[in-house]
């Protein structure tokens, strides 16, 4: 089982910053692909960004491009989502999920039903 637990979300204002963390706890941590997903009210949960599982290779949303950047630290079993320029359309529960079978080194994926596991996920809330 693996147990996903998000933090750092918040209100802000717009064109401020805030870095989401994810701590993983169940399985060797680098043997995760990790992504980030958000759901505004009323919408479909949609993908943010993602990263394989050594790191190296990373993508996010066309929204989210040169904004948001996603990255991870093995050694403390967690995966970050560095948020800068926020604006009221990033307002959403943001969330991170893991994908822990058969996936290469370099690999990431974009689609929910690709992620094995959720957390809870945290409130972000963008004023303008």
């Known amino acids: 089982q693996v147990q996903l637990v998000e933090s750092g979300g918040g209100l802000v204002q717009a064109g401020g910053s805030l870095r989401l963390s994810c701590a993983a706890s169940?399985?060797?941590?680098?043997?995760?692909?990790m992504g980030w997903f958000r759901q505004a009210p009323g919408k479909e949960r949609e993908f943010v960004a993602a990263?394989?599982?050594?790191?190296?290779?990373?993508g996010g949303a066309d929204s989210v491009k040169g904004r948001f950047t996603i990255s991870r630290d093995n050694a403390k079993n967690t995966v970050y989502l560095q948020m800068n320029s926020l604006k009221p359309e990033d307002t959403a529960v943001y969330y991170c999920a893991a994908r822990v079978t058969g996936v290469g080194s370099n690999v990431y994926y974009s689609e929910l039903s690709a992620y094995d596991y959720w957390g809870q996920g945290t409130q972000v809330t963008v004023s303008s």
């Open positions: 990263i394989s599982r050594s790191g190296s290779n990373t």
């Open positions: 169940g399985r060797p941590f680098s043997s995760y692909v």
